[in-house]
C-alpha cells in the first residue's frame, strides 16, 4: 500500500518557535492520524483529521488536510525542549485493513 | 486504564533461534496490529487482527513470521529461525476498531547476533 510521506525529513528549531511538517499521500482515505515517537519506542497519537474536515486543533496542535492536493500539515506552536520526538503522519486508506505510516519527521528543539 | 503492554522490553538471541514476543492490548479493544521499525525507519506493517475474522498477514516478511491472537486478546508474534536482519523493534498497537486511533505498546527492541 501506498504511504504517507513527511517533509521535511528533519527539523531543528529553537525553543519557542513554531514547527510545521507536511505530509503526502496517493490514495483516498477515510482519515489522516498523526503520531510523534519518542526515543524509538511506543508512538502516542496526537490528532486524528476526518476527510471530510479541514482543520482541527488540540492544544498547541494544528492540523489541515487538504484532500485536493492529498496533503496535511501540522504545525506545533510555540515548541518546547520536550516535543524533542519524531512524528509519523499515517493515512486510513479506503479498501485497506491498516494505517499506512509515513517514514516520521525528526523534530530536535533546541533550549 | 492500563493500556497496551509487551514482552520481553528487550530479547537478544542468537542467529537460528526462535523467539515469541507477546503483546497485551488494550481490554475490549477488537482490532490488534503488528510493526516493525528497523533502525531510523518508519513502521513495517507485519500483521493485523480483527474480532474474529482472518487475520490479514500481507505484512509478514516471510514464512518465518507468524502470529496468532488468542481468545480475541493476547497475542504472540513469533520468528522462527532468527536472522541478523530481523533485528529491530517490534511494535505491537489496538484499537477499538478498523480505522481508529491505534494505541502502541512501549515495544519490544530485539537483537539477532
Known amino acids: 500500500s501506498q504511504q504517507g510521506e513527511e517533509d521535511p525529513q528533519a527539523l531543528s528549531i529553537q525553543e519557542g518557535e513554531n514547527a510545521t511538517m507536511n505530509c503526502s499521500y496517493k490514495t483516498s482515505i477515510n482519515n489522516l492520524q498523526w503520531y510523534r515517537q519518542n526515543s524509538g519506542r511506543g508512538l502516542v497519537h496526537l490528532i486524528l483529521i476526518r476527510s471530510n474536515e479541514r482543520e482541527k486543533h488540540s492544544g498547541r496542535l494544528r492540523v489541515t488536510l487538504d484532500t485536493s492536493k492529498k496533503s496535511s500539515s501540522l504545525l506545533i506552536t510555540a515548541s518546547r525542549a520536550a516535543d524533542t520526538a519524531s512524528y509519523f503522519c499515517a493515512t486510513d486508506e479506503r479498501g485497506n485493513n491498516r494505517l499506512a505510516f509515513g517514514k516520521g519527521n525528526q523534530v530536535v528543539v533546541i533550549p | ?113
Open chain 2, 1 to 113: 486504564g492500563a493500556g497496551v503492554s509487551q514482552s520481553p522490553s528487550n530479547k537478544v538471541t542468537e542467529k537460528g533461534k526462535d523467539v515469541e514476543l507477546r503483546c497485551d492490548p488494550i481490554s475490549g479493544h477488537t482490532a490488534l496490529y503488528w510493526y516493525r521499525q528497523s533502525l531510523g525507519q518508519g513502521l513495517e506493517f507485519l500483521i493485523y487482527f480483527q474480532g474474529n475474522s482472518a487475520p490479514d498477514k500481507s505484512g509478514l516478511p516471510s514464512d518465518r513470521f507468524s502470529a496468532e491472537r488468542t481468545g480475541g486478546s493476547v497475542s504472540t508474534l513469533t520468528i522462527q529461525r532468527t536472522q541478523q536482519e530481523d533485528s529491530a523493534v517490534y511494535l505491537c498497537a489496538s484499537s477499538p476498531g478498523q480505522g481508529r486511533t491505534q494505541y502502541f505498546g512501549p515495544g519490544t527492541r530485539l537483537l539477532v547476533l
